[in-house]
């Protein structure tokens, strides 16, 4: 069974500074990844970044970044420079790399960027 | 990553009709579809696996009979909500993994209002 947990109902950042939006993970799963996505007002998931369970290296993509920490069973996403377009929902996600791949998500975080 | 679309991006019917709605992958053949539902301020759930040239395979506590999935072709899957009602009222999205980590991209998705 996996389970993603994300404390963060709401967040705020000043526009041009860094957030962080947390996540844990729970999994029994040897291999896994690890996905973040934005899903603006308009309803789309548009696909963030990914890490896999095996990867040494934290994910990078743009001003994201996924700050990973596998014995803390964590995956928290960093955007940089923060942007008003950057406002909107953003879900953590874990599939299985050895099962079935369906998504388990959690139940997101609000981030308002404020002028 | 992979371009996916659906139709209809919104759809209103009577209590007791049936609404089919569509997934296309637009750049590449997907031989499995995820279907999701994502009820008002809620995260998205897993609905069932659509599987070209088989059988979908339906989540716990998700009538098949009710949802009716067919994998037409290695670029559309259908779901058909029947005998709808207001409680079936949500937002249907589908994802169609894709690349060398099955990272899942997300149609715009379709959001149903039964009256």
């Known amino acids: 069974a996996q389970k993603i947990t994300q404390t963060q109902p709401g967040m705020f950042v000043q526009e041009k500074e860094a957030v962080t939006l947390d996540c844990t993970y729970d999994?029994?799963?040897?291999?896994?990844?690890l996905f973040w996505y934005k899903q603006p007002s308009s309803g789309e998931m548009i696909f963030l970044i990914y890490?896999?369970?095996?990867?040494?290296q934290n994910a990078t993509e743009g001003r994201y970044s996924l700050n990973f920490q596998k014995a803390r069973k964590s995956a928290n996403l960093v955007i940089s420079a923060s942007q008003l377009g950057d406002s909107a929902m953003y879900f953590c996600?874990?599939?299985?790399?050895?099962?079935?791949?369906?998504?388990?998500f959690g139940t997101g975080t609000r981030l308002t960027v404020i002028p | 990553g992979a371009v996916v679309s659906q139709h209809p991006s919104w759809v209103i019917c009577k209590s007791g009709t049936s609404v089919k709605i569509e997934c296309r992958s637009l750049?590449?053949?997907?031989?499995?579809m995820f279907w999701y539902r994502q009820f008002p301020k809620q995260s998205l759930m897993l609905m069932a696996t659509?599987?070209?040239?088989?059988?979908?395979?339906?989540e716990q506590g998700v009538e098949k009979d009710k949802f009716l999935i067919n994998h037409a072709s290695l670029t559309l899957s259908t779901l058909t909500v029947t005998s709808a009602h207001p409680e079936d009222s949500s937002f249907y999205i589908c994802?169609?993994?894709?690349?060398?980590?099955?990272?899942?991209?997300f149609g715009p998705g379709t959001r149903l209002t039964v009256l």
């Open positions: 994802s169609v993994p894709f690349g060398a980590t099955d990272t899942q991209y």
């Open positions: 999994t029994s799963d040897p291999s896994y990844g």
């Open positions: 890490q896999g369970s095996y990867d040494q």
């Open positions: 996600a874990i599939d299985s790399l050895t099962g079935a791949n369906n998504l388990f």
């Open positions: 750049d590449f053949q997907a031989t499995t």
């Open positions: 659509s599987n070209e040239g088989s059988k979908a395979t339906y």
